[in-house]
């Protein structure tokens, strides 16, 4: 492949609004990155980078999965027994291969705005890819990659247990961006799980008391979510992969099965269900109560390959779209919350993309005139974060509900190199709206919108979340 300078300054811009739209309103804006994966304790630590296969491959699931869809040994995806060099090779390898999907985008995107290399990267340029990368990373903290593409605040994902001290450690630095922690919830809800025991051993042991009762158990809750506000967090998160029901229970059902659990005692499904239906209610009156931001995934079937979870382990890239209805538990969950005025902001993601239209609309189910935009269906997730995805979530929104109300893109990454991808949801979000104007659908207003786009991009949020 002999294309050099594939990433222009108009990239994907297929207008004259577009362009203008892009480089005049969007480009310049800072990014509020408010659902990712970064290691807090990497910012605070604030060591070089150093690698580019560290930084690019050793937790992009998306990459795993093109390599091995490549044919390439999972030595060199995931394996030990190999170098770095070794690995970025083999990537390099796949990348001609993905021709068509986002990784191809993404991964020229950033090697343009972090290294301003031009070159497309293949077996003939790696080499020489991989030292110029690692020579500009070996002075790069974390910080500092942040930084230079104007990220203003991220919010990573952790643990009630997490301690926070990275992000401490970090909101007391002189970094000129926020690190703030978000309430992730997920193992709260595993009483199914042989590990559920163990995780309450770990919750007392962070409280620093027995948890043998409910009561201990909502206690513990509570002071970590005052905890956790303490220390900046403004949202929550939820991303169990699995099918969800909202019944009916009552306080003395709940304190029984979790008696019960506590004991040792296997759980019938229905107790499974009335325990989690409780905690969701619990927990998304305890956001509204803090004025967090609650926030649901929805949609994966996870570790489908288990071949390859035994050999790797959780998290090994076998996730993939479930057909799961969610759209009973969305209605049921948000009212109850509603019926009472403790519906907190929320914003819910699908991974199936024949729910678009379900969940844009659910979404308009429980609007109301406290804050514009109160309920928010997110960005185009996981499988959906490329062209097509995002344009069929603008174009939906659009549709369903009010596009000029939206909150924006975010990265959902674990890797310092992936804030381009808001430059990507930016040039499209232009190339949209610009399309219109061509058509004669919206009015060719450039200052009229340019100030959506800007509020699409950074306003908004800024607005909603308050951080």
């Not at 269900?273 to 996870?302: A, C, M, T």
């Not at 991974?351 to 659910?362: G, Y």
């Not at 928010?376 to 659009?398: A, N, P, V």
Request: net charge negative; aromatic share 12%; hydrophobic share 35%.
């Amino acid at each position: 492949m002999n294309a050099t300078h594939f990433i222009t300054d108009n990239f994907l811009l297929q207008s004259d609004v577009a362009q203008v739209l892009y480089h005049q309103y969007a480009k310049e804006l800072p990014i509020i990155d408010y659902h990712n994966h970064l290691s807090a304790k990497k910012i605070a630590e604030n060591l070089p980078v150093k690698n580019i296969t560290e930084a690019w491959l050793k937790e992009d699931h998306y990459k795993w999965r093109g390599m091995r869809a490549n044919g390439i040994n999972e030595i060199f995806i995931t394996g030990t027994a190999t170098s770095n060099k070794e690995k970025f090779i083999k990537w390099a390898e796949t990348v001609p291969y993905t021709l068509k999907n986002p990784l191809f985008h993404w991964t020229h995107l950033e090697l343009k705005r972090y290294f301003d290399i031009d070159e497309i990267l293949q077996p003939s340029t790696a080499e020489k890819i991989y030292e110029k990368a690692n020579a500009v990373l070996e002075h790069k903290t974390p910080a500092q990659l942040l930084e230079h593409m104007k990220v203003e605040v991220v919010c990573t994902t952790d643990d009630p247990t997490d301690d926070l001290k990275y992000h401490q450690q970090i909101a007391d630095s002189n970094f000129n961006l926020k690190v703030l922690p978000t309430f992730r919830a997920d193992e709260l809800f595993f009483i199914n799980k042989d590990t559920y025991s163990n995780y309450i051993k770990k919750l007392s042991a962070r409280v620093n008391y027995n948890i043998n009762t409910l009561d201990d158990f909502l206690k513990a809750i509570d002071e970590r979510i005052h905890f956790f506000h303490s220390q900046g967090c403004r949202l929550s998160d939820f991303g169990v992969g699995e099918a969800l029901r909202i019944v009916d229970f009552n306080r003395n059902d709940i304190s029984k099965i979790f008696d019960k659990k506590i004991k040792g005692s296997n759980l019938t499904s229905d107790e499974v269900d009335k325990y989690r239906s409780f905690l969701f209610i619990y927990l998304g009156q305890k956001y509204h109560e803090f004025n967090w931001v609650q926030q649901y995934h929805l949609g994966p079937i996870r570790n489908n390959n288990s071949r390859l979870v035994k050999q790797i382990g959780l998290d090994a890239g076998c996730d993939s779209i479930s057909d799961y209805s969610m759209a009973e538990f969305m209605s049921s969950l948000f009212n109850t919350l509603d019926s009472t005025n403790q519906l907190a902001k929320t914003i819910t993601y699908n991974l199936n993309p024949a729910q678009n239209e379900v969940f844009a609309t659910m979404m308009g189910n429980f609007q109301n005139s406290d804050v514009p935009g109160k309920m928010q269906w997110g960005s185009g997730w996981w499988f959906l974060d490329q062209k097509d995805g995002m344009e069929k979530q603008i174009d939906c929104l659009s549709n369903m509900g009010l596009l000029s109300r939206f909150v924006g893109m975010l990265t959902d990454s674990r890797s310092f190199l992936s804030f381009p991808r808001h430059e990507y949801f930016r040039r499209i979000l232009c190339n949209v709206i610009g399309n219109d104007v061509k058509q004669g659908l919206v009015p060719n207003d450039i200052e009229y919108l340019g100030q959506m786009v800007q509020n699409i991009c950074y306003y908004n949020a800024k607005e909603y979340f308050k951080f």
